[in-house]
């Protein structure tokens, strides 16, 4: 009696095991894409955090030479990752996502101080109107202008690191700005938005636009545009959220 009592007791825990719901695993892979007038290196303090934590991180060198360059260019990226992607985007970034992010293996997007155009609509649509601050190549890409640059692109970075961001800018083809958007990945993935609160280059308003006409959690941080450098540690943690939130949803 005793050993069946044992028997009895060891196959109603495996039942309860059996019955008991999976526990959901976050999302291990991240790519990260950089958007205009910048390059992968920006990403370095949000990967230094993602990495520590265990994620494996991806940074996709986009030549931003045309959307469909820069998609084609996240798409290598993602054709090399093992498993579900959190896809990540920042400005520009923010367009190359939306499009990138149909692929399969993508099960959530975030968006940080990003565009986040719908169907039919283009990456410049919402932004103020006037001449911006760019100076044109005869081949068709823009460097953006060095006082702007460093007074309005990246005010809360360390001067020393803002002067170096523009002389390694990476100039953008103008193109990008007309392009009707042919298809958006938010529509159907579940998103995540990290507004920047005092962005002078994409109005906060348009920011909070776009991240509460995609449903997306939502978290603003008091930076510039490009507040994931100086607050790295905020962009990680919204990072982390998503890949932990996706991760549940699958």
Request: charged share 15%; net charge neutral.
């Amino acid at each position: 009696m005793p050993k069946l009592r044992l028997l009895l007791a060891a196959a109603a825990s495996l039942v309860a095991l059996w019955g008991a719901p999976a526990m959901a695993a976050p999302v291990k892979n991240i790519v990260l894409v950089h958007g205009a007038w910048a390059d992968g290196s920006g990403w370095k303090g949000v990967y230094d955090i993602l990495t520590k934590d265990g994620y494996t991180v991806s940074v996709v060198p986009n030549p931003d030479t045309g959307v469909a360059d820069d998609v084609a260019a996240t798409q290598r990226v993602l054709d090399r990752q093992v498993g579900p992607v959190i896809l990540v985007g920042h400005s520009y970034g923010g367009t190359v996502i939306t499009l990138a992010g149909a692929d399969p293996k993508v099960v959530g997007l975030v968006y940080v101080a990003a565009f986040g155009p719908a169907v039919g609509e283009t990456t410049g649509q919402y932004l103020p109107k006037g001449p911006l601050p760019i100076t044109v190549s005869k081949d068709g890409l823009a460097f953006f202008n060095r006082d702007a640059f460093l007074g309005a692109f990246a005010p809360d970075v360390p001067m020393a690191t803002r002067v170096f961001m523009y002389d390694a800018q990476v100039p953008l083809a103008v193109s990008v700005f007309s392009a009707p958007i042919t298809q958006a990945a938010w529509t159907s993935k579940p998103s995540w938005y990290l507004v920047s609160a005092n962005d002078q280059i994409i109005p906060p308003d348009v920011e909070r636009m776009y991240a509460k006409r995609m449903k997306a959690v939502t978290a603003e941080v008091a930076g510039s545009h490009v507040a994931f450098i100086s607050h790295p540690d905020v962009a990680a943690q919204l990072i982390e959220a998503a890949a932990k939130g996706a991760g549940a949803s699958k």
